[in-house]
């Protein structure tokens, strides 16, 4: 007995569908967020990217600074090569338009998951031990 087209489950209104949560494993959560906290990003950045994508050119320069977006100078290659790390373990993404890639960022649900934690406690991120330094360097160096 087949079901119709209507009753399977592909083809039901997103009222009847059922919305889980993304379960992560402790590891990937355990890795962004030692990204996130050897990052020279404050709060502040990934809190805009909540609301809309955050372009890289207002990053980098006084202008990050400025908007609280950074704790200290960077260039824009160093502000994209954070970034870019940022999209690897899975807390950014590139935005993307009708004619491709563009410049800005935004947030995935992991990304989400863990500004939304942090948000409340203020504008820093936790203080990362020298351990976490090193094993976050380490997994740069060997992820490219």
Known sequence: MSLSIAKRPEFMSLSTATVTAINYPDATITRAERALCCSPFRVTLFAAMLEQSVSLLSIPGAGGLEKGYTSRLLT??????YLLWLIKVGILRREVDGQGITDSFRLTPLGRKLIEKWQPQGDF???PTFWQRFFNTLQRWFSF
Not at 76 to 81: F, I, V, Y
């Open 76 to 81: 824009e290659a160093a502000a994209e090569s």
């Open 125 to 127: 991120f936790p203080k």
